[in-house]
Structures are given as structure tokens and as C-alpha cells.
């Protein structure tokens, strides 16, 4: 497979159809995907800002540092494959979740960003961490799928009245 087609195919990924995937709007499904590649860049970023706390002899953060640089090369494994693309194991790793509900990278998302907060408290950290809970959300969001229309709601909502 070429550069080129390897591109292409990334790119397809966020219009596959899955559980409810046809149903989604586009602008959550690419929202998602750049709200989790900006999220990694700057959880990449602010794990380095954590870790260059040690040549202060501040290790207070440093593990917070090192999750959150983890947490940033997940993201972009996850919602930017093609950042990676001259690392063959990510493609099988983003295909792999690309094969699973929403609900799981909402929970993976919303679980794993509290884990530098509570390691190391601070503004970076804080809003790193809100960048990939906010991600986790809109997974969660899309997760539940296309609201029911107004009629079949009243129904619903009738029959069930005592």
C-alpha cells in the first residue's frame, strides 16, 4: 500500500457507518476528531511542561507530566492516524478503535483526563485535561445518537402517562 493510499484511507474513517454512525452530523463527527488531535498536541505539550518541572527538583507534577504525555500519543494514535502514518502498529491500533462503539472512547476519554488532575493540580494540567474530558463528551454525545421526532416523542410520552 502507498503513502498516498494509506492517506486516503485515514481520511475516510470518520464517514464509516457503524452502530449509529450514518445518523451522526458531520460537524460532530470532525469536531470530535480535531477537538482529540488538539487535545493530544497540547496534552503533549503541557507532559513536557510537567516533566521539565524536575530540573527545578519539582516532582510533584512529574508523574502527572508523564500520563499526560502518554495520554497525548493516544489521542493522536487515536484521532490523527495520520500524524503517525510511518508508524505501521498504529494503523492496527486506530482500526481496532475505530471498530468499537462511542461509548467507549467517551468513557477511556472522560476517565483517563481526571487521572493528571489529580496527580498534579494545576492551570496546564487543568486545561489539557478539560481538552480531553470536552472530547470525551462529544463521543458520549454521539454515543446517544439522533433525538426522536417530535410526534413519535408525544406518543411516547402519552402512553406512558397514568
Same mark, same amino acid.
Given at each position: ?88 502498529? @498504529? ?8 471498530? &468499537? ?21 494545576? %492551570? ?17 454525545? @454521539?454515543?446517544?445518537? &439522533?433525538?426522536? %421526532? ?13
Amino acid at each position: 500500500m502507498s503513502m498516498g493510499d494509506k492517506v486516503t484511507n485515514l481520511w475516510k474513517r470518520a464517514s464509516d457507518e457503524g452502530e449509529n454512525r450514518d445518523e451522526i452530523p458531520w460537524h460532530l463527527k470532525y469536531g470530535s476528531r480535531t477537538l482529540g488531535t488538539f487535545a493530544g498536541i497540547v496534552n503533549l505539550f503541557t507532559g513536557v511542561w510537567n516533566g521539565l518541572g524536575l530540573i527545578f527538583l519539582n516532582t510533584d507534577c512529574l508523574f502527572g507530566g508523564i500520563i499526560q504525555l502518554l495520554l497525548g500519543i493516544l489521542l493522536i494514535a487515536l484521532e490523527a492516524p495520520f500524524l503517525c502514518v510511518f508508524i505501521d502498529y @498504529m494503523q492496527k491500533v486506530s482500526d481496532v478503535a475505530e471498530n &468499537k462503539p462511542y461509548w467507549t472512547r467517551a468513557i477511556l476519554y472522560a476517565g483517563v483526563s481526571l487521572i493528571p488532575i489529580l496527580l498534579c493540580f494545576g %492551570p496546564s494540567t487543568l486545561i489539557a485535561s478539560a481538552l480531553v474530558f470536552c472530547t470525551g463528551l462529544l463521543y458520549g454525545l @454521539m454515543s446517544v445518537g &439522533k433525538k426522536a %421526532p417530535a410526534e413519535q416523542m408525544k406518543t411516547t410520552a402519552s402512553t406512558l402517562e397514568p
